[in-house]
Every structure is written in structure tokens, then in C-alpha cells.
């Protein structure tokens, strides 16, 4: 079935980095734009970046900007979130998320369950 | 990349409707009818409700609705049940000169 599945969470001190990947199965992924949301502990989603299916194209959150950086692997099916100075401010379950069944790039309705990040001295 | 603006919570009883609104502006909401809506229940991933406004994805309830006036998106839930219990996103994308995703701050429904 379509899954994707996070992995690469952990504590991390701040100012130090981390890279989250997304497996994704069931569907063919080098025809679809992924992105990451993040949700901090008893907040509201957040949404951080998007790639374009062949990766011709990244978009970021302002409050990411120039710290992250997204990327694809579409050879092993895989989506990454390259983390860099990490702030507070980060510590969120990632989760990444695709619009197979909706046809749309504009309904997400295939997400993982999430990785959590931590950031904490 | 201001949030939308939700009320933090709506409640109703079974049976009843509820609309929950999403406020934004005129750089996205308004100007195009790109507004989707999650549902998430605690511990879970989010679900896709409504997406481009008002469709529903294959499996969705037809209690579901979507619309939008202005710079205000709106999800209306008809005969609510104990089940729609939950929290809400709206979600909006937008940008002129690049490619911009905005959620809103989240509404939890409470069915009484």
C-alpha cells in the first residue's frame, strides 16, 4: 500500500545539525512533489518545504530559510531534510506528505507518521 | 507567511452543523481557491477533507463541505457525530513570485 515512513529524529544540541529521511513505497515517486510539515509539541501544523517531483524546484518557510535544505534521492525512493544550526524553535515531530490519491498538488492525503525532533543543550 | 486565522474552538451537538471559518488575504485565500482542510485526531497523522476549496477526496464523507467568500475559506460539517471530534487545518497556498504553503492555527471541535 502507499506508506511513507520518517526516520533520522533524535535529540540534537542547538546550533548542531540533523538529516531526516522519508521512505516512500506503493506508488511511483519520481512523479510527485513532496513536502515536510512539522508540528511542535501541542501546536498547529507548520508547513517548512516542497520539492518538485525531479527536484527542479525547492521552496522553504521563511522561519527555515537558509538553515534547510530539502532534497530527493528518486533512484531508492527517498525524501531527506537536511537540518543545519538547529534552534529550539525546531523541536517538532517532521512528517513528510504527497498528494497520490487526491491528484492534486494542492490536497495532501498521503502523510507518515512522523519523526520527532528535539533540540535541546 | 502570516498563519490563517481559525477560532480555536467550535462545539456542537449530534445532529447539528458546524462551520469552522479560515480568514486570510488577499496574496492567498483570496486570490486562489487552493484552500484544503485536515482533520487530525491526538497521536495521528493528519487527514485530507477537503482540497482547491471544496472537493472531497475519494472516502470522505459527504457531510463535509467546503466554500469560500473572499479572503475567508469555510469547512461546514453536517449531521455531526462523535467520531468528527477533532482538530481542524486549514491550509492555503499562495505566492505570486514563489511558491508559498500556509496553515492556520488550528480548531478544535468538540461534539457535546
Known amino acids: 500500500q502507499v506508506q511513507l515512513v520518517e526516520s533520522g529524529g533524535g535529540v540534537v544540541q542547538p546550533g548542531r545539525s540533523l538529516r531526516l529521511s522519508c521512505a516512500a513505497s506503493?506508488?511511483?515517486?519520481?512523479?510527485?512533489?513532496m513536502h515536510w510539515v512539522r508540528q511542535a509539541p501541542g501546536k498547529g501544523l507548520e508547513w517548512v518545504a516542497v520539492?518538485?517531483?525531479?527536484?527542479?524546484?525547492?521552496y522553504y518557510a521563511d522561519s527555515v530559510k537558509g538553515r534547510f535544505t530539502i532534497s530527493r534521492d528518486n533512484s531508492k525512493n527517498t525524501l531527506y531534510l537536511q537540518m543545519n544550526s538547529l534552534r529550539a524553535e525546531d523541536t517538532a515531530v517532521y512528517s513528510c506528505?504527497?498528494?497520490?490519491?487526491?491528484?492534486?498538488?494542492?490536497?495532501?492525503?498521503?502523510w507518515g507518521q512522523g519523526t520527532t525532533v528535539t533540540v535541546s543543550s | 507567511q502570516s498563519a490563517l486565522t481559525q477560532p480555536a474552538s467550535v462545539s456542537g451537538s449530534p445532529g447539528q452543523s458546524i462551520t469552522i471559518s479560515c480568514t486570510g488575504t488577499s496574496s492567498d485565500v483570496g486570490s486562489y481557491n487552493l484552500v484544503s482542510w485536515y482533520q487530525q485526531h491526538p497521536g495521528k497523522a493528519p487527514k485530507l477533507m477537503i482540497y482547491?476549496?471544496?472537493k472531497r477526496p475519494s472516502g470522505v464523507s459527504n457531510r463535509f463541505s467546503g466554500s469560500k467568500s473572499g479572503n475567508t475559506a469555510s469547512l461546514t460539517i453536517s449531521g455531526l457525530q462523535a467520531e468528527d471530534e477533532a482538530d481542524y487545518y486549514c491550509?492555503?497556498?499562495?505566492?505570486?513570485?514563489?511558491?508559498?504553503?500556509?496553515f492556520g492555527g488550528g480548531t478544535k471541535l468538540t461534539v457535546l
Open positions: 520539492i518538485w517531483y525531479d527536484g527542479s524546484k525547492k
Open positions: 506528505a504527497t498528494y497520490y490519491g487526491s491528484g492534486s498538488p494542492y490536497g495532501l492525503d498521503v
Open positions: 491550509c492555503s497556498y499562495g505566492g505570486s513570485s514563489t511558491f508559498e504553503v500556509v
Open positions: 482547491e476549496g471544496s
Open positions: 506503493g506508488f511511483i515517486f519520481s512523479s510527485y512533489g
